[in-house]
């Protein structure tokens, strides 16, 4: 068995940690501007639209679509080499943020660009992570 | 707008091995290249006022290096943009000694990571760093590869790309590898199985690993380095070679967006501004040394640099026209390129290098009457965060 673990997301990343930290209640946090309308993703203190705006959390209902992917069939990595094959994707969420995750509870040879997904959690002790399976 | 005779590459060396066993360091890579590149160009270290250097012999860049060497200079510019640092580096010693600020520019690379068994290519990323962004993504297990090949499956479902138009990348480069004996003694050392020409068969029956990317469409990890001289007009004038002029340059960096368009690299807005100062055009380019990690970097930078229409390259790069001894294209990475000559992590400067011995017809794939060349090199990773280096050269 695997014994190794997922790298896990630090919660002390100034920017980042207000999204992990959503991500113990199962939300997918992101930011949007409430003067320009940009949205933020990763998170971060500045609207990177305008200079005076403010940024306002919300809550992702979880769904989006596989930008686009890869079939990771070798890596060295203490981890994921024992996960191989592994579906590496940029995931559009219908709100507006890309994320990079795994495609998973689906063959790889039935992922496919532009594929519906949810999200769906993997637990940790101290957070979850967010990973998709298909609709 | 500066004039297109600022400065010119002088001096070049690449350093032969790509396998030093553990008994070079990067440091002594960079200090023996150096001097040769000098001794190329008939100058020696004490001509040397201004230093480029990307940090890879460690400690602070342009400090410590200019301490090894012994140097003084007046100019002192650690820009390190991963691979494409080099191509920075040429447009930024252009525009000092324009400035009046230098005479002699130095660059140098030196790397190990053949020896050090550093996992470039293949590898699986380390833990979660500080920035914000490795933060978000290391939970994934992006390999290196994996962030490449995102780029070509989006560019096939986007623009009908395929593996076997991809390929040609591959064999191209192949064929020139093929002609350049220190190309094909690394592959020996480097123990690649069959060396040999490629054909577009041979390169979507390699193994996967990443898909959609093959083996046959990933750099070799070696160990080398290299330098480059640049110097002023006059300088160059009383040079043992030619000059090559750097005729104009141009940089830019790209990063995830929300909505962004991954087939699309910061080559876009690094070009026009390289093409714009040396007031020519892509379709006039004899030589093409375009930086191949992969297969997918060199088909999304020629679209980028303007070689045809984005989305057009897999048709475009058909029938075999990137060999040096054919038309319709300009000759592709005519030393092997990443691909199969020298990658140790950082390609940049050897894309100056084979461009120059183009321009004073020297390399082992010549194209009769050289006379342009574009240097484009590209650092940190293309479907992600990465920086755009482009780079004009012309013979007199």
């Known amino acids: 068995m695997n014994d190794v673990k997922r790298p896990i997301p630090r919660s002390d990343e100034p920017d980042t940690a207000a999204f992990w930290e959503g991500t113990k209640q199962k939300e997918f946090r992101y930011q949007q501007c409430n003067s320009c309308n940009t949205v933020v993703f990763y998170s971060r203190r500045h609207c990177t639209g305008c200079t005076d705006g403010e940024l306002q959390w919300k809550t ?76 | ?160 790309t395929t593996s076997e138009q991809l390929a040609e990348i591959s064999t191209a480069t192949r064929y020139h590898a093929m002609r350049n004996p220190e190309a094909v003694k690394a592959m020996e050392d480097l123990e690649f199985l069959d060396i040999r020409e490629t054909t577009i068969s041979d390169v979507v029956n390699s193994r996967m690993i990443a898909d959609p990317l093959h083996l046959l469409e990933c750099c070799m990890i070696s160990d080398g380095g290299g330098a480059v001289v640049i110097a002023s007009p006059e300088v160059a004038r009383d040079c043992r070679k030619p000059p090559v002029w750097i005729l104009g340059g141009g940089e830019a960096t790209k990063y995830p967006e929300n909505g962004g368009d991954i087939t699309t690299s910061a080559a876009a807005q690094s070009a026009p501004q390289a093409f714009g100062e040396a007031g020519v055009t892509p379709a006039e380019m004899d030589i093409a040394m375009v930086y191949d990690s992969f297969s997918i970097t060199v088909l999304t930078l020629l679209e980028d640099l303007g070689f045809c229409k984005k989305g057009e390259g897999g048709s475009w790069v058909q029938g075999g026209k990137l060999r040096f001894d054919q038309s319709g294209g300009p000759a592709l990475n005519t030393d092997g390129g990443g691909l199969s000559s020298n990658h140790p992590g950082m390609r940049g400067i050897f894309l100056l290098i084979e461009a120059a011995r183009q321009l004073r017809g020297e390399s082992t794939s010549q194209v009769a009457d050289a006379r342009l060349a574009v240097a484009h090199g590209n650092g940190g990773m293309l479907g992600s965060r990465h920086a755009a280096g482009t780079v004009i050269l012309g013979r007199d």
Do not use: C
Request: no cysteine; charged share 20%.
């Open chain 2, 1 to 160: 707008m500066s004039s297109d005779r600022d400065a010119a590459i002088v001096g070049i060396h690449e350093y032969p091995s790509r396998d030093v066993e553990g008994e070079v360091s990067p440091l002594q890579i960079k200090a023996e290249s150096a001097a040769r590149a000098l001794e190329d160009a008939g100058l020696n270290w004490s001509d040397v006022d201004a230093i480029y250097d990307a940090g890879d012999g460690g400690g602070m860049g342009g400090l410590n290096i200019a301490e090894y060497f012994g140097l003084k200079p007046n100019v002192i510019d650690t820009t390190n943009v991963g691979g494409s640092s080099y191509e920075f580096h040429a447009a930024h010693a252009k525009r000092d000694i324009a400035a009046g600020k230098a005479k002699v520019a130095l660059l140098t690379y030196g790397s190990t990571a053949h020896s050090n068994a550093r996992a470039i290519g293949v590898g699986g990323r380390g833990g979660p760093g500080m920035h914000p962004a490795e933060n978000m993504d290391a939970f994934a297990g992006m390999t290196l590869i994996a962030n490449y090949a995102m780029v070509a499956r989006r560019h096939m479902h986007q623009y009908g």
């Open chain 1, 60 to 135: 992702s209902a979880g769904t989006g679509s596989v930008y686009t992917f890869s079939v990771v069939r070798q890596s060295y990595h203490p981890f994921f080499r024992n996960l191989v094959p592994y579906v590496v994707a940029w995931i559009d969420m219908d709100e507006g943020p890309r994320i990079l995750s795994n495609v998973t509870g689906v063959a790889p040879e039935d992922v496919s660009v532009g594929q519906k997904v949810q999200v769906e959690w993997e637990e940790h002790e101290t957070l979850n992570i967010p990973l998709f399976k298909p609709v």
